[in-house]
């Protein structure tokens, strides 16, 4: 099982939510940008994607205005609100320049009208990602452990560690959460693509392998174990 596990494990994923409640248009997006090597999910209403934004770590979000439950100017300002920065890129009507107006001013960060243009709205989306990332920190730090995320290299202290692209995804995106307790689901989700039917197995035997190399030869514990939820990285002194 784990020579399957690592064919895709130099693939950058990105995990996008649509939320649209024209079921059409929301599985066109869907198979689109699944096509094109994103993990997309889906919701509906308005109250479902604002909950499913607060609680997995999208890379972008595409909201339409008109909902049922929550329209999308309430579930971009409380996503702001509540101090979530994930990109919005939100579908508004045609011409409908108070629309647009109301969004980018609610939080947005652009926006596409309908109808529009699969191509423009890929190219949007391309664009918000870059932009994120770039505003993310090249180098993450907790304690005296280090990530370069541009150059994929790791060091605890001084010395440089050797890790797999697979081990790398899943260090960085620990170190991007200092401190909080992520579930092995998420993991699984977020660096496997959920491609294993959730089986969290995986996720113990990659967090083994890390501790092996980034926390046991330098006399360290800084990946916790939250039983009955997942693991948390702490900065660990010398």
Not at 4 to 29: G, P, T, Y
Not at 38 to 54: C, F, I, K, M, P
């Amino acid at each position: 099982m784990l020579g399957q596990l690592d064919v895709d494990a130099d693939r950058q994923l990105m995990r996008v939510l649509i939320v649209e409640d024209d079921a059409s248009m929301a599985a066109s997006l869907e198979r689109g940008l699944s096509a094109e090597g994103y993990v997309v999910d889906v919701a509906n209403d308005g109250v479902r994607g604002l909950a499913a934004a607060l609680d997995v770590n999208y890379d972008a979000i595409i909201l339409d205005i008109m909902l049922p439950g929550r329209n999308g100017f309430a579930v971009v300002a409380a996503l702001r609100a509540a101090g979530q920065a994930t990109p919005v890129l939100m579908l508004t009507a045609k011409d409908g320049e108070w629309d647009q107006a109301e969004a980018l001013d609610a939080g947005a960060d652009d926006y596409v009208t309908k109808p529009f243009s699969y191509l423009v709205l890929l190219a949007r989306l391309r664009a918000l990602l870059r932009r994120s990332s770039a505003q993310l920190s090249a180098l993450l730090i907790v304690g005296d452990l280090r990530v370069d995320v541009a150059s994929h290299r790791c060091w605890r202290g001084e010395a440089e560690v050797e890790l797999t692209p697979r081990e790398f995804d899943l260090l960085s995106y620990l170190m991007l959460r200092p401190g909080t307790a992520v579930s092995k689901v998420e993991l699984v989700d977020h660096i496997w693509e959920g491609g294993f039917d959730a089986d969290t197995n995986v996720v113990e035997v990659y967090i083994s392998y890390l501790r092996r190399k980034i926390d046991i030869p330098y006399g360290r514990a800084s990946i916790e174990t939250v039983r009955g939820i997942g693991y948390r990285l702490v900065a660990e002194g010398p």
